[in-house]
C-alpha cells in the first residue's frame, strides 16, 4: 500500500502544487489520479519515487517512509512508464527492457530471457528486440515502456499520462491489454491521467484532484459517477456520466429476439423484412443490408457497419449502444464467442434498466464502497 | 614534387610531430571539457560564465600564449609541453559549450526515464547522457582538431618542431616548394584527423546508422 499522509509541494517561486493531501493506494490495485492540468496530479506521482521532494508530509510503501530509502534503490523498486515512453534511443528495445535489471546486477542470459518474455507479453514481436526505439511506432514504444517498467517485477508502478500521445485506436488497445496484464500481475498501481474516461474504465479507484493540488473526491468509479461530491466533480466526470455509468453495469436477461440471417455471397432478394444481417460460417455478426436495395449476391462492401456488436455477458453499457446505434434498431447481441444470439430493442434495454438494483447508491457514506 | 620526395623524412617526422601537439591536447582538452560542461548544465547559473569565459580563451592570441606559458608553468619556451599546453587550453575553449549544449540536447523525458528507473548521477552521465551527445561533442571535435592543426604552426616562430618549419624554410629562402608541401601536409593532417573523429563517432552511435538519423 502506498500512503499520502498531509503531503504538501511548495516550489520556490511559491506555487503550492498540492496541498496536505491524504490518500491511500491499495496494494494490487489500480488508483487513478485525474484533474484538470495544474491539479498537482503529475507532482503527486514523482514525489512517490522522490523525483519530487515533498515539502512537508510523508510518504510510506508499505508502511516504509520513502524519505528514509536511498533514492536511487528506491526508484530502481517501482516501474516508471511516461506518456512518450522516454526510451533510451541509443539503446535497443532488448537492452531498454533490460535496463532496471542490469541496474540491479541481474544475471545477464537470466534478464535477457525474461525480457524476451515480457515483449512478448506486451504484445511486441520479439523481431523487435534488436531494433532502436526510433524505428518503431508510438504504440510499440509504448509496449517497451510498459515492459521496462515490469522488467524487475517491481511490486508497484506509477504510470504518468502512459496511452495519451497515441491515436485513440491504439490507446484502446493499450488499455485493454494493461487491464489483462494488470489481472495477471495485480501489481500496486498509480495511474495518471487527465482523461476521466480512461480514469473510470482502469481504475479500481479513482482520485479526482482540484487545481491546487486538493483532493475532491475519492472513490470506486461508479460511485463517482453516482455520488459527485460537489460540482467541481459533478462538472468534471461530465454530462453523459449516467450513460458511462452503465458500464459497471452487468447486463441482465435481455428478452431477445430471434433474427433473420443470411450468410455472405447469398441473395437478400425477397426477403420479406427492412433490414436482414448477415453473418459468417460461424454465425459471426458482419453487417446489415437492406432486401430492397441489395441487387445480387452480398458482398462485403455493401454491408451497413454502423451498428456495434454487445456481448451478452457484458455491461449494459454494450447493450444500450448496440440498440441505438444499429440501422434496423435491433441491436445485435452475441455470446462470449462472437456468435450471434439475437437482437434487442432500445426500449427493451431501458426496461431491464429501470429495474437493474444500483448497488453504488446504497450507502452513500461509504466512499469506495464496489459496484456491481 | 621532387623536393617533396627528397625530403620525405623531414615530411615525415614534422608531420608526425604536429600531429603529437595537435592531438594529444585534444583528447585532454575533451576530458576536461567534459565535467566542465557537464557543470555548466547541472548548474544553470554556471552556464552562462562557463560557456561565455572558456570561449574568451580562444581568443588569446596564440603567440602571446606560447610566450607567456613557460613563465607560469617554469619550462622552457621551446619544451613541447609549453604547446600541448596552450593546445589544451584552445580545445577546452571549443569544447565547454559544445559538451554543456550536447547535454543539454539529451531529450528531458529520457532523463526523466532515466533518473526514474534508479540511475544516480554519475551513471547516468556514462551510460544515457554521454552516449547522446557523442553526435553534438563530435562536430565540436572536428571543429577544435581543424582548429588545432592551424595553431600549431604558430609554433613556427619560437622554432618548435612541426610542420610549420616549411612555411619560414620557404619564406627565408624565396623558395616556394617546401611552403606548398607544408600547406598540403597540414591539410592532410586536418582531414585524417577529421576522418578519425567520424569513424569514432560512428562506432559510438550504431543507433543512428540504423534509424537513418532519427534518434
Given at each position: 500500500?502506498?500512503?499520502?499522509?498531509?503531503?504538501?509541494?511548495?516550489?520556490?517561486?511559491?506555487?503550492?502544487?498540492?496541498d496536505?493531501?491524504?490518500?491511500?493506494?491499495?496494494?494490487?490495485?489500480i488508483?487513478?489520479?485525474?484533474g484538470?492540468?495544474?491539479?498537482?496530479?503529475?507532482?503527486?506521482?514523482?514525489?512517490?519515487?522522490r523525483?519530487?521532494?515533498?515539502?512537508?508530509?510523508?510518504?510510506?510503501?508499505?508502511g516504509?517512509?520513502?524519505?528514509?530509502?536511498k533514492?536511487?534503490?528506491?526508484?530502481?523498486?517501482?516501474?516508471?512508464?511516461?506518456?512518450?515512453?522516454?526510451?533510451?534511443?541509443?539503446?535497443?528495445?532488448?537492452?531498454n527492457?533490460?535496463?532496471?535489471p542490469?541496474?540491479?546486477?541481474?544475471?545477464?542470459?537470466?534478464?535477457?530471457?525474461r525480457?524476451?518474455?515480457?515483449?512478448?507479453?506486451?504484445?511486441?514481436?520479439?523481431?523487435f528486440?534488436?531494433?532502436?526505439?526510433?524505428?518503431?511506432?508510438?504504440?510499440?514504444?509504448?509496449?517497451?515502456?510498459?515492459?521496462?517498467?515490469?522488467?524487475?517485477?517491481?511490486?508497484?508502478?506509477?504510470?504518468d499520462?502512459?496511452f495519451?500521445?497515441?491515436?485513440p485506436?491504439?490507446?484502446?488497445?493499450?488499455?485493454?491489454?494493461?487491464?489483462?496484464?494488470?489481472?495477471?500481475?495485480?501489481?500496486?498501481?498509480?495511474?495518471?491521467?487527465?482523461?476521466?474516461?480512461?480514469?473510470?474504465?482502469?481504475?479500481?479507484?479513482?482520485?479526482?484532484?482540484?487545481v491546487?493540488?486538493?483532493?475532491?473526491?475519492?472513490?470506486?468509479?461508479?460511485?463517482?459517477?453516482?455520488?459527485?461530491?460537489?460540482?467541481?466533480?459533478?462538472?468534471?466526470?461530465?454530462?453523459?456520466?449516467?450513460?458511462?455509468?452503465?458500464?459497471?453495469?452487468?447486463?441482465?436477461?435481455?428478452?431477445?429476439?430471434?433474427?433473420?440471417?443470411?450468410?455472405?455471397?447469398?441473395?437478400?432478394?425477397?426477403?420479406?423484412?427492412?433490414?436482414?444481417?448477415?453473418?459468417?460460417?460461424?454465425?459471426?455478426?458482419?453487417?446489415?443490408?437492406e432486401?430492397?436495395?441489395?441487387?445480387?449476391?452480398?458482398r462485403?462492401?455493401?454491408?451497413?457497419?454502423?451498428?456495434?456488436?454487445?456481448?451478452?455477458?457484458?455491461?449494459?453499457?454494450?447493450?444500450?449502444?448496440s440498440?441505438?446505434?444499429?440501422p434496423s434498431?435491433?441491436?445485435?447481441?452475441v455470446?462470449?464467442?462472437?456468435?450471434?444470439?439475437?437482437?434487442?430493442?432500445?426500449?427493451?434495454?431501458?426496461?431491464?434498466?429501470?429495474?437493474?438494483?444500483?448497488?453504488?447508491?446504497?450507502?452513500?457514506?461509504?466512499?469506495?464502497?464496489?459496484?456491481? | 614534387?621532387?623536393?617533396?620526395?627528397?625530403?620525405?623524412?623531414?615530411?615525415?617526422?614534422?608531420?608526425?610531430?604536429?600531429?603529437?601537439?595537435?592531438?594529444?591536447?585534444l583528447?585532454?582538452?575533451?576530458?576536461?571539457?567534459?565535467?566542465?560542461?557537464?557543470?555548466?548544465?547541472?548548474?544553470?547559473?554556471?552556464?552562462?560564465?562557463?560557456?561565455?569565459?572558456?570561449?574568451?580563451?580562444?581568443?588569446?592570441?596564440?603567440?602571446?600564449?606560447?610566450?607567456?606559458?613557460?613563465?607560469?608553468?617554469?619550462?622552457?619556451?621551446?619544451d613541447?609541453?609549453?604547446?600541448?599546453?596552450?593546445?589544451?587550453?584552445?580545445?577546452?575553449?571549443?569544447?565547454?559549450?559544445?559538451?554543456?549544449?550536447?547535454?543539454?540536447?539529451?531529450?528531458?523525458?529520457?532523463?526523466?526515464?532515466a533518473?526514474?528507473?534508479?540511475y544516480?548521477?554519475?551513471?547516468?552521465?556514462?551510460?544515457?547522457?554521454?552516449?547522446?551527445?557523442?553526435?553534438?561533442?563530435?562536430?565540436?571535435?572536428?571543429?577544435?582538431a581543424v582548429?588545432?592543426?592551424?595553431?600549431?604552426?604558430?609554433g613556427?616562430?619560437?622554432?618548435?618542431?612541426?610542420?610549420?618549419?616549411?612555411?619560414?624554410?620557404?619564406?627565408?629562402?624565396?623558395?616556394?616548394?617546401?611552403?606548398?608541401?607544408?600547406?598540403?601536409?597540414?591539410?592532410?593532417?586536418?582531414?585524417?584527423?577529421?576522418?578519425?573523429?567520424i569513424?569514432?563517432?560512428?562506432?559510438?552511435?550504431?543507433?543512428?546508422?540504423?534509424?537513418?538519423?532519427?534518434?
Amino acid at each position: 500500500m502506498i500512503a499520502f499522509d498531509g503531503v504538501t509541494k511548495k516550489f520556490p517561486d511559491g506555487t503550492v502544487a498540492v496541498d496536505s493531501l491524504s490518500l491511500e493506494a491499495p496494494s494490487g490495485k489500480i488508483t487513478v489520479l485525474v484533474g484538470p492540468s495544474g491539479c498537482g496530479k503529475t507532482t503527486s506521482l514523482r514525489m512517490i519515487n522522490r523525483m519530487i521532494r515533498p515539502t512537508s508530509g510523508t510518504i510510506t510503501l508499505d508502511g516504509k517512509d520513502t524519505g528514509r530509502m536511498k533514492e536511487s534503490e528506491l526508484r530502481r523498486g517501482i516501474g516508471y512508464v511516461i506518456q512518450h515512453a522516454g526510451l533510451f534511443p541509443h539503446r535497443t528495445v532488448l537492452d531498454n527492457v533490460s535496463t532496471v535489471p542490469r541496474l540491479l546486477g541481474m544475471d545477464k542470459t537470466e534478464t535477457r530471457k525474461r525480457s524476451m518474455e515480457l515483449l512478448e507479453r506486451v504484445g511486441l514481436d520479439p523481431a523487435f528486440a534488436k531494433r532502436y526505439p526510433a524505428q518503431l511506432s508510438g504504440g510499440q514504444q509504448q509496449r517497451v515502456g510498459v515492459a521496462r517498467a515490469l522488467a524487475a517485477d517491481p511490486p508497484v508502478m506509477l504510470m504518468d499520462e502512459p496511452f495519451s500521445a497515441v491515436d485513440p485506436v491504439v490507446r484502446e488497445q493499450l488499455q485493454d491489454q494493461f487491464l489483462r496484464l494488470q489481472g495477471d500481475l495485480g501489481k500496486t498501481i498509480i495511474f495518471v491521467t487527465h482523461d476521466i474516461d480512461e480514469a473510470i474504465k482502469l481504475g479500481d479507484q479513482v482520485t479526482v484532484l482540484k487545481v491546487g493540488g486538493h483532493l475532491a473526491q475519492m472513490a470506486a468509479p461508479a460511485y463517482l459517477l453516482a455520488h459527485p461530491v460537489d460540482d467541481f466533480v459533478a462538472d468534471f466526470v461530465g454530462r453523459d456520466r449516467g450513460y458511462r455509468a452503465l458500464s459497471f453495469q452487468a447486463t441482465p436477461r435481455l428478452p431477445l429476439a430471434a433474427e433473420r440471417t443470411i450468410a455472405m455471397g447469398e441473395s437478400a432478394e425477397g426477403v420479406d423484412a427492412d433490414w436482414v444481417l448477415v453473418v459468417d460460417d460461424q454465425n459471426h455478426p458482419l453487417g446489415w443490408v437492406e432486401p430492397l436495395r441489395a441487387r445480387g449476391a452480398i458482398r462485403t462492401e455493401m454491408l451497413h457497419r454502423g451498428g456495434t456488436v454487445a456481448r451478452a455477458s457484458g455491461p449494459l453499457r454494450g447493450a444500450l449502444d448496440s440498440a441505438l446505434s444499429s440501422p434496423s434498431r435491433r441491436g445485435v447481441i452475441v455470446d462470449d464467442s462472437g456468435s450471434l444470439v439475437g437482437t434487442v430493442k432500445a426500449h427493451e434495454v431501458l426496461t431491464a434498466i429501470e429495474q437493474a438494483d444500483r448497488p453504488e447508491l446504497a450507502d452513500p457514506r461509504k466512499p469506495g464502497a464496489p459496484a456491481a | 614534387m621532387t623536393w617533396f620526395f627528397d625530403h620525405l623524412d623531414d615530411v615525415l617526422s614534422r608531420g608526425l610531430q604536429h600531429a603529437y601537439l595537435a592531438g594529444v591536447p585534444l583528447v585532454i582538452g575533451l576530458l576536461i571539457a567534459l565535467p566542465l560542461g557537464w557543470l555548466a548544465r547541472r548548474y544553470k547559473f554556471l552556464y552562462a560564465p562557463f560557456t561565455a569565459g572558456f570561449g574568451l580563451l580562444y581568443t588569446i592570441p596564440s603567440l602571446a600564449l606560447f610566450v607567456i606559458l613557460p613563465g607560469f608553468l617554469g619550462i622552457p619556451i621551446l619544451d613541447p609541453v609549453n604547446v600541448l599546453v596552450a593546445m589544451t587550453i584552445y580545445t577546452v575553449a571549443l569544447l565547454v559549450r559544445t559538451v554543456a549544449d550536447g547535454l543539454g540536447a539529451v531529450p528531458d523525458h529520457v532523463q526523466q526515464a532515466a533518473t526514474a528507473m534508479g540511475y544516480t548521477r554519475v551513471k547516468r552521465f556514462f551510460a544515457i547522457e554521454l552516449p547522446l551527445a557523442v553526435p553534438v561533442i563530435s562536430a565540436g571535435m572536428r571543429v577544435a582538431a581543424v582548429s588545432n592543426v592551424s595553431i600549431v604552426s604558430v609554433g613556427t616562430i619560437l622554432g618548435i618542431n612541426q610542420l610549420g618549419l616549411f612555411f619560414s624554410d620557404g619564406f627565408n629562402r624565396d623558395f616556394y616548394d617546401p611552403l606548398f608541401v607544408g600547406i598540403a601536409a597540414c591539410i592532410v593532417l586536418a582531414l585524417l584527423f577529421d576522418a578519425v573523429i567520424i569513424v569514432l563517432t560512428r562506432l559510438f552511435t550504431p543507433w543512428l546508422r540504423a534509424t537513418g538519423g532519427r534518434a
